[in-house]
């Protein structure tokens, strides 16, 4: 009895790409037989890239781990396999549209660029401070979102821009809480007033 529970999927004009919660990866192909592949972890993001043919012929996937694995599409052929520290793999990007370059972010804010062509195969970039859900790149600056915060980082891990997603709710909060204080003020003073006389009144039968 197959268990498997699927975890990621994506996709595209030319298949569907399945992560199964063992490690387990499918390419599922508009036309053609169905691949499957093994991986060490559990695939936390994918991405997949065309070829100098216009068709997908890599998948990119990063794994609980910290692993960034590149498999050939349609075969699920292992072409090369990276690793980063800082945790889970939250989310990836390609570096440039004619290199085999990647930026990976982990769950301990930490952004990686993993390559063959990349000196000792990563380099640590810089750390945010919080796990990165989201990130793309351009024209050199990484924009990352951080929950519901944002930022910008130039490549060499300065910080050029920040957002902070919280504050506009921390602002009405407040608002509320300074109308809530007004209202109980003013019911206090209104309670604190000397109440007029109130005589017997007869009751009707």
């Known amino acids: ?108 804010g930490q952004v990686w660029m993993v390559g063959a062509h990349v000196p000792n195969r990563r380099i640590k970039l810089f750390t945010h401070n919080g796990p990165i859900t989201s990130m793309r790149l351009n024209q050199s600056i990484i924009h990352i979102q951080s929950g519901w915060d944002r930022a910008n ?8 821009t920040r957002f902070d997603g919280m504050k506009p709710f921390e602002e009405k909060a407040q608002q509320r809480a300074n109308r809530r204080a007004k209202i109980m003020e003013s019911e206090q003073r209104r309670s604190n007033k000397p109440q007029p006389l109130m005589l017997d009144l007869p009751v009707v039968a």
């Open 1 to 108: 009895m197959n268990n498997r529970v699927v975890v990621r999927s994506l996709v595209t004009p030319e298949g569907c790409l399945v992560a199964m919660d063992d490690g387990m990866i499918q390419w599922r192909p508009t036309d053609g037989t169905n691949k499957r592949a093994k991986l060490d972890a559990i695939a936390t993001v994918m991405l997949v890239l065309k070829g100098p043919s216009s068709r997908i012929e890599i998948a990119v996937v990063g794994d609980s781990n910290g692993g960034v694995t590149l498999l050939s599409l349609p075969n699920l052929e292992l072409v090369d396999k990276f690793t980063t520290e800082g945790g889970i793999v939250r989310s990836m990007c390609t570096v440039s549209a004619s290199e085999t370059s990647f930026l990976a972010a982990t769950q301990g």
């Open 153 to 160: 980082y130039s490549m060499d891990g300065n910080q050029t």
